[in-house]
Antibody
Framework: EVELVESGGGLVHPGESLRLSCATSGFNFVRYWMTWARQAPGKGLEWVATTTQDGSEKYYVDSVKGRFTISRDNAKNSVFLQMNSLRVEDSAVYFC?????????WGQGTRVTVSS | DVVLTQSPLSLSVTLGQPASISCRSSQSLVHRGGDTFISWIHQRPGQSPRRLIYKVSIRDSGVPDRFSGSGSVTDFTLKISRVEAEDVGVYYCIQNTDRPFTFGQGTKLDIK
């Protein structure tokens, strides 16, 4: 069974950092692009970042470029999102997503709250 | 960036009746390789999203055949032939043809 389990969310102040982790199991991790998406409270879904299978290519939504970094550890079947210089508008549930012709498997999400 | 516009934004449907959601793109979603990367996602209240359809019309494993996707180039549709109680929630289209990947605003479906 495919599983994606996010962790690392929490409450931080503006300007602070968080590192999200996503541990996966049940599939051959190295064969898939992986994505982080988010959903602000009461709002729709937003794509945040994607990494290719070997991590050599990374793509970001404009609003997080220069602040967030997606990475992966294929030996540990895990993907990460380093979030620096957090802003109030980054508050959301962050989902780890497997990509297969689009976002085909989603984790349960981890909540990030940025507040002063 | 590609803008996806869904309509309607809310839908109230009687059990057993059909439902249809439109997703229109601001530009062609045909990838240079020939495929069209539009998916449909369903999110029940308080749950994670689940993909129903990918590449316009291919149902994911375990998705009931009352769900179907159609369309081409810039105009796409999700149809539910007979709405059931478990179909409530929000439906999103998403394109993976062009970066940044983008979602539609979502269509909320409830039971009348």
């Amino acid at each position: 069974e495919v599983e994606l389990v996010e962790s690392g969310g929490g409450l931080v102040h503006p300007g602070e950092s968080l590192r999200l982790s996503c541990a996966t199991s049940g599939f051959n991790f190295v064969r898939y692009w992986m994505t982080w998406a988010r959903q602000a409270p009461g709002k729709g879904l937003e794509w945040v970042a994607t990494t290719t299978q070997d991590g050599s290519e990374k793509y970001y939504v404009d609003s997080v470029k220069g602040r967030f970094t997606i990475s992966r550890d294929n030996a540990k079947n895990s993907v990460f999102l380093q979030m620096n210089s957090l802003r109030v508008e980054d508050s959301a549930v962050y989902f780890c997503v497997r990509e297969f012709w689009g976002p085909d498997q989603w984790g349960q999400g981890t909540r990030v709250t940025v507040s002063s | 960036d590609v803008v996806l516009t869904q309509s309607p934004l809310s839908l109230s449907v009687t059990l057993g009746q059909p439902a249809s959601i439109s997703c229109r793109s601001s530009q062609s979603l045909v990838h240079r390789g020939g495929d069209t990367f539009i998916s449909w996602i369903h999110q029940r209240p308080g749950q994670s999203p689940r993909r129903l359809i990918y590449k316009v019309s291919i149902r994911d494993s375990g998705v009931p055949d009352r769900f179907s996707g159609s369309g081409s180039v810039t105009d796409f549709t999700l149809k539910i032939s007979r709405v059931e109680a478990e179909d409530v929630g929000v439906y999103y289209c998403i394109q993976n043809t062009d970066r940044p990947f983008t979602f539609g605003q979502g269509t909320k479906l409830d039971i009348k």
